[in-house]
Every structure is written in C-alpha cells, then in structure tokens.
C-alpha cells in the first residue's frame, strides 16, 4: 500500500531533549516536505527537500533541522525542543517527475514539549 | 509567503452552497486544494493547472483565474460529511520552487442538519 509513514503518532518530552520524528515514503517520490499545524494558522511549511541531498528552508525552519541521505527517509530533528514547538507535523510527498501531482500525507505527529 | 483565504470560517445548513476563496501575491503555476477532518491528515481534491481551468469532485468543483492569481472552491448542496478545514496549496511559478507547496490558513467549514 502507497503510503506516507510518520513516528511517533505521539510525544510528550521535556524541554531540552533532543528528539527525531521519522518520515518514510514507499512511492520513490523525490519531493518531500514537513509543516507544522498550530490552530488559526493552517499549515506552515519548516522544510522540503527536492530529492535525495537537496533540502532548503520553509516559512518557519528555526529549531529544526531535516537530513535527506535517503530517497525514501526525510527525518525532522529537534536538537533542543522547546514549549513553542508544541505542535501537530504533518510529513508529505509526491512525484515532480510527472508533475501536477497531489502529495500524500502522513498521519501526522502529536508534539507535546513541557 | 501563505496564500490568503477567506472566509476563515462559514457555517452552512445541509443543501446550501459555499465557495471559498484562495488568493495569491506570486505568479501561479498550480493550485491544490485539500480537506481535513479534525485531527487527521489532510485529504487530496483537485488540482488546477491552467488559467480559468474548472474542475468538478462530485459536488465539489473549483476554478483558477491564473491573471488574478486565486482560485475558488465551490460546494454545492453541502452535506454532512463536507465539514472539515478547507486548504489551499499554491504552486508558484517562478523562483525554481516548482513541485513544492505552500498552504493558506484554511477555512473551516461546518455543515449543520
């Protein structure tokens, strides 16, 4: 099955300790993004990568770091989490080859930084 | 730089018509639209390339004004299920950022009986 596999569904960490929110995808897709969801501000892109190596900044990338060694992986690191980073992540990706595609979601990841 | 939706949220009654609004200050190369029910991922609608392109999801259907850079969305006769957050993803077409997204706010609509 096509799919978009965040982990974990949900976390509730400490303020300072370093976490990883996996994102793996099964549709060889090059394109792969994070957002983050807060309520009244939608979904605001951190980072996305264009293919394997190729990763550049979103709307909000500060405290947050992404990787992209992999086609099919494009891990979100938090090296020193923070209360403002509570927050609901979506990781998605798609296609550019043939262009005009819809990106697949993950499940999305809970965040909970106290 | 989000794109600008309105309304933020609309309230209707089953069988009434919607239409949301996405609204640009870049050039376009695409718009996605997508539903999201609350707490869970964001769901595909439609995809709109071309400059006045219409495109239909049972009763759900969208345009593109490619010169005016928005889109709308269209719901007619809404049902129950159409609640949910409403998103608009826009493509630009310049600036060698072509495949990637970037969402609005949302629009949050609730269908009551």
């Known amino acids: 099955e096509a799919q978009v596999t965040q982990n974990p569904r949900y976390l509730i960490t400490v303020t300072g300790k370093k976490l990883t929110v996996t994102c793996s995808q099964n549709?060889?897709?090059?394109?792969m993004s994070w957002y983050r969801q807060d309520p009244g501000l939608g979904l605001r892109q951190i980072y996305y990568?264009?293919?394997?190596?190729?990763?550049d900044k979103g709307d909000v990338p500060e405290g947050y770091k992404v990787s992209r060694k992999e086609k099919r992986n494009f891990p979100l690191i938090l090296e020193s989490p923070s209360p403002n980073q509570t927050s609901l992540y979506f990781c998605a990706s798609s296609t550019i080859r043939t262009g005009n595609q819809p990106q697949h979601f993950g499940d999305g990841t809970r965040l909970s930084i106290l | 730089q989000q794109p600008v939706q309105s309304p933020q949220a609309v309230i209707l009654r089953e069988g009434e018509d919607a239409v949301i609004n996405c609204s640009s200050s870049k050039a376009l190369y695409s718009v996605h639209w997508y539903r999201q029910k609350h707490g869970e991922a964001p769901v595909f609608l439609m995809i709109l390339l071309k400059g006045g392109e219409q495109k239909g999801h049972d009763k759900i259907s969208a345009s593109f004004n490619e010169k005016k850079q928005q889109s709308s969305l269209y719901l007619t006769a809404s049902q129950l299920s159409y609640s949910g957050t409403y998103f608009c993803?826009?493509?630009?077409?310049?600036?060698?950022?072509?495949?990637?997204?970037?969402f609005g706010k949302g629009t949050k609509l609730s269908v009551k009986p």
């Open positions: 993803g826009t493509e630009w077409k310049y600036g060698g950022s072509q495949g990637n997204l970037i």
């Open positions: 549709m060889n897709h090059e394109y």
């Open positions: 990568s264009m293919n394997v190596e190729v990763t």
